[in-house]
């Protein structure tokens, strides 16, 4: 047993190392996309301009080009993301091939019978399979961070308009309209 937890410490190192190398590239990612979007926003909201002018391939070439880029920060985040994975599977797979091994030579050893090794390899089974979703589940926290990082930024902006500290309370306004010598 003090095999199958003597993984615990790779995975958290793995998950260490992963979480920090992979956090700022990732909001890098996030902020391309945001631009990307940012570029098709303003390019529909001055359309008459853009057409005016004739800029619809400029405006598709500079979208294009930060949605490369956006593509190609996510790939790389992609790419870290599955060698996280494949790391932790690999250091899972050695911890069960070491408590296979142990086990298998306790049992030649006649100081374990082959239902208590099959017994504890299903303990080893049910303790590693939360334990890699766990750390899958890692990876797919770190796009929830970004995100949230990125909501608590725009809510921590300070207001446009910022209200003095005296100042008079408007009440809802009452009244009616009249209509004289309206044509």
Known sequence: MFIAIAIS?????????????????????????????GV?????????????????????????????????????????????????AVVI?????AALYVGARQVQAGLMTVGGFVMVMAYLAQLYAPLQTITQKIADLQTGFVSAERVFSVLDEPPEVIEKPHAKVLERAQGSVIFDQVR
């Open 40 to 88: 098709v926003h303003e390019t529909l909201g001055a359309l008459r301009v853009v057409k005016a002018f004739g800029r619809e391939q400029g405006e598709q070439e500079r979208f294009i080009k930060r949605s490369g880029k956006g593509i190609a920060a996510r790939m790389w985040v992609s790419l870290a993301a599955n060698i996280y994975h494949a790391v932790v």
């Open 9 to 37: 410490p790779a995975i958290l190192l793995a998950s260490y190392y992963f979480q920090s190398r992979v956090h700022e590239p990732w909001r890098e990612s996030r902020r391309i996309e945001s631009s990307a979007i």
């Open 93 to 97: 797979a050695l911890g069960t091939a």
